[in-house]
């Protein structure tokens, strides 16, 4: 009889049954899908198969449809999330486990520690329940004894760490992970309020060789206390990581006479050019000490914005600033600062154009020579007449450039006689130019 024949004489259960024992796992894995999972014989034969294939993909689809409810269902999903060798079912088993019981607790704690797919781990860690002591008791297990950091951190994230145990096991941790997410994480959970907790954060945040552990352990320093400004003082200072330092130099209390010397200094050495400007930043600029150290940054900072950052916080508007503006220009080998110098130099007062007639005359950066000169006043006799003595007199580098830029601030017959009377002017610069005032 054709094989079409014979299952026209039988009933769909019976189809069923005899797909389930086909050789070809595609057979069986449709026929599993078309159990009915309602009745107890359906429920009866997707346990036996979830068991009992061959195929993962069969045992796969039949735990999807096992009613998890009934004892039986229950009994054989914890089976599987024990035992089966596919991870993929084990997961889905896992899923399925009732953990609101003892013995699903259990058999959920069991995977977490000892299945030997990660993912099927950390889908156990998520379902321990971290309110009992046993939950706890597992957690903080799991969190130093796992392998995969991703587990480890959902631990870590489940433990409580407002009970002794739990703090010992998140220092330990913050300290000793392998880990940097979830070192990151433990110093998240440190209770910072108590000295041991702000020592364990200290120590991170100078020595951790991850700049987001260090960084998130500098953002949890208490900064309201002498003990917390000396840390972050220090650690400003000494940092491996540059963000670390910068988050440090933010924390400094800027309205002590200790912090704003700690300030000056970090803006003159820091190994760091961004936290160094943040130095600069949030020097004192309203008082005389701190008008002075502005101008100690400006000559001595290895790094030119800083300085430019120093001269851009003098005070221009007093004599002494004016002064402490030159004292500036005459030391520094930054043309870029010279030049900020000059642009804050007061151009109004006999003092301020005498200044910049010298610079004028004996700097050697055209940048800083065509700025000086625009603002010298030659509206007047007298100023064309400082100029040209300047000019004459000077033993400084006179030199085609520097006529150049100065050439619609001077009268033409003085820029000749300059040209005439100065036998040093470099004739090897600017031949067109020298060429042109020739003429």
Known sequence: MELQKIYDLLTDNEIISIDTKDNSWEVRLEAVRKIDASTPEGQESLIRIAIKDASWEVRLRAVGKIDASTPAGQKTIIRIAKKDSNEDVRKLAVGKVNAETKKGQKTIIRIAKKDSSWQVRKLAVEKINAKTKKGQESLRSIAIKEDSW?????????????TPEGQETIIRLAKK?????????AIENRNAKTKKGQ????RLAAKDVSWRVSQEAVEKIYAST????????RIAINSKHEITSLEAVGKIDASTPKGQKSLVRLAINS??????????????????EGQESLVRIAINSKYENTRIGAVGKIDASTPEGQERLIRIATKNDSWRVRQKV??????STPEGQERLIRIVINDSDENVIKTAAGKVDASTPEGQ?????????????????????????????????????????NRTIGSGEWTELKK
């Open 385 to 425: 007449e400082s100029l040209r003595k300047q000019l004459l007199t000077s033993t400084g580098n006179v030199n085609i450039p520097l006529l150049i830029n100065l050439s619609p601030v001077l009268e033409e017959k003085f820029v000749r006689e300059v040209l005439s009377k100065r036998p040093n002017i």
């Open 177 to 185: 992970d392998l880990d940097v997410a979830v070192r990151k994480l």
């Open 226 to 233: 002498p003990e917390g400004q000396k840390s972050l003082i």
């Open 271 to 288: 190994k760091y050019e961004g936290t160094s400007f943040r130095a600069v930043e949030k020097i004192d600029a309203s008082t005389p």
């Open 199 to 202: 020592k364990t954060i200290v």
């Open 342 to 347: 000059v642009r804050k130099i007061d151009a």
């Open 150 to 162: 991703r587990v480890r951190k959902l631990a870590v994230e489940k433990i409580n760490a407002n």
